[in-house]
């Protein structure tokens, strides 16, 4: 069993910047991609990044690239995500995740072990 909690959200102003963490506990996470989703009221969870057990491989969301980068500290058993240049379309409630293959796998969802979230407003 694995336990994620998500931290870093909250009220920024467009242009600015965030860094959400991601601690796991209960089990560790070094052997497994780990993945970001969000989502925002009314909408689908959306994949936003994933990165490999080693941290060498990296994927992420189209709306994010550029401007968000995955990243991970094993020893720490925490996945971070920093989040720059954010606008208001960024406004979700953003979601750890552990996947259950590859990081390939992650885009499409493919977890199994889910955090709690944490909310992201990006004010205009």
């Known amino acids: 069993q694995v336990q994620l909690v998500e931290s870093g959200g909250g009220l920024v102003q467009a242009g600015g910047s965030l860094r959400l963490l991601c601690v796991g506990s209960?089990?560790?996470?070094?052997?497994?991609?780990m993945g970001w989703f969000r989502q925002a009221p009314g909408k689908e969870r959306e994949f936003v990044a994933a990165?490999?057990?080693?941290?060498?491989?990296?994927y992420y969301g189209d709306s994010v690239k550029g401007r968000f980068t995955i990243s991970r500290d094993n020893a720490k058993n925490t996945v971070y995500l920093q989040m720059n240049n954010l606008i208001p379309e960024d406004t979700a409630v953003y979601y750890c995740?552990?996947?259950?293959?590859?990081?390939?796998?992650?885009?499409?969802?493919?977890?199994?072990?889910w955090g709690q979230g944490t909310q992201v407003t990006v004010s205009s």
């Open positions: 209960g089990r560790t996470c070094s052997s497994y991609a």
């Open positions: 995740a552990v996947g259950s293959g590859p990081a390939r796998t992650v885009i499409t969802g493919t977890v199994s072990y």
């Open positions: 990165i490999s057990a080693g941290g060498a491989v990296t």
